[in-house]
Nanobody, 119 residues
Framework: QVQLVESGGGLVQAGGSLRLSCAAS????????MGWFRQAPGKEREFVAA????????YYADSVKGRFTISRDNAKITVDLQMNSLKPADTAVYYC????????????WGQGTQVTVSS
């Protein structure tokens, strides 16, 4: 059974930092691209960042470029999202996803972790 489990969400003040982590299991993810998405209340889910299976390629939404960093550890089968200089607009449920190809065809999704940034 494929599972993606996010952790690390919480409440932080504007300007602060959080690190999200996603632990994957149930298949060999080492050849999958992985990414982070988010969904704010009343809005559609949007792309945040992605990383290729080797870690050699990354891609970010313009809204987070320069503030967020995605990384992965294929030995541990985890993908992290370091979020700095957080803004209230970053408040959302953050989801981890995985899929084949580049850009990934996301087929696997986690349940999400809440990030709330207070002003």
């Amino acid at each position: 059974q494929v599972q993606l489990v996010e952790s690390g969400g919480g409440l932080v003040q504007a300007g602060g930092s959080l690190r999200l982590s996603c632990a994957a299991s149930g298949r060999t993810f080492s050849r999958d691209g992985m990414g982070w998405f988010r969904q704010a209340p009343g809005k559609e889910r949007e792309f945040v960042a992605a990383i290729s299976w080797s870690g050699g390629s990354t891609y970010y939404a313009d809204s987070v470029k320069g503030r967020f960093t995605i990384s992965r550890d294929n030995a541990k089968i985890t993908v992290d999202l370091q979020m700095n200089s957080l803004k209230p607009a970053d408040t959302a449920v953050y989801y981890c996803a995985a899929g084949t190809g580049w850009p990934p065809a996301y087929a696997y999704w986690g349940q999400g972790t809440q990030v709330t940034v207070s002003s």
